[in-house]
């Protein structure tokens, strides 16, 4: 897998992602992203890649010409174009579902606007999609590009330890997670579930399961309508609500 971000701020990008797990996934060559300087491919002879909006207005606009090249040269003679995303707040959000569906990717481009944005144009003649993180809006796609390099890298083969490490977690499943607990097993009078400590796998499945139901039932309601759910799931959240 290969993950191409352009942007104005590499060094924002690299910061972020070449520590922690995805820092070592890139060391170990279980993902290769690459961060690439728009400034780098402008033509404009004071080394600028934005321009005032035509009709007026506040701010300034990112120009066509600098972020066409440098994805041209980032592409180079590929045989088949990676799909080019957008990072915009006009965007469809983005959810595990979209992170499993990048994640069979041999390859894809992040492009993270900033100041108004970029030129319509190319959207028009570059960008496959439009993500967005939610429905705010932020200074520039770099964070969101980065959100979105982790969510999918971290699902890669060998990135995690195992895949039990992503399988269990939130939004996986279309549930929320369940609570987690570690040493010590009394902490300023509150007991871990006596459950966790009872070795009972089976038993410990069910209440994990239960948990996650109740958890999301809590927090994300909503959840629940889209979330694949057993006759035993329906009944326990028939009895709890």
């Not at 909006?53 to 120009?63: D, E, F, I, S």
């Not at 707040?89 to 994640?103: N, R, V, Y």
């Not at 003649?125 to 993180?133: A, H, Q, R, W």
């Not at 971290?154 to 929320?176: A, K, M, N, Q, T």
Request: include cysteine.
């Amino acid at each position: 897998m290969k993950i191409d971000i352009l942007t104005l701020f590499p060094e924002m990008c690299e910061a972020f992602l070449g520590e922690s797990i995805i820092g070592r996934a890139r060391k170990e060559n279980k993902v290769e992203i690459a961060c690439h300087n728009i400034r780098d491919y402008t033509l404009d002879k004071h080394n600028r890649v934005d321009d005032a909006p035509y009709g007026g207005g506040m701010g300034m606009v990112m120009t066509a010409q600098p972020i066409n090249d440098c994805l041209k040269a980032v592409i180079g003679d590929a045989e088949t174009k990676p799909r080019v995303i957008y990072l915009s707040p006009k965007g469809k959000t983005f959810d595990q579902k979209k992170a499993i569906e990048l994640s069979k990717l041999d390859r894809f481009v992040l492009l993270c606007g900033h100041y108004e944005g970029v030129d319509e144009r190319v959207l028009e003649k570059c960008v496959d999609e439009e993500i967005s993180l939610g429905d705010f809006v932020l200074t520039g796609g770099e964070i969101a590009a980065v959100a979105v390099a982790d969510a999918v890298s971290r699902l890669l083969p060998g990135v995690l330890s195992d895949d039990i490490c992503f399988s269990e977690e939130s939004h996986w499943s279309g549930l929320l997670e369940y609570p987690q607990y570690t040493r010590p097993a009394v902490w300023e009078g509150r007991e871990v579930p006596e459950v966790l400590l009872s070795g009972h796998h089976a038993n410990i499945t069910k209440w994990r399961r239960e948990k996650s139901l109740e958890t999301t039932l809590k927090k994300r309601p909503e959840m629940l309508e889209k979330a694949e759910l057993t006759d035993k799931d329906v009944k326990y959240l028939n009895e709890i609500k």
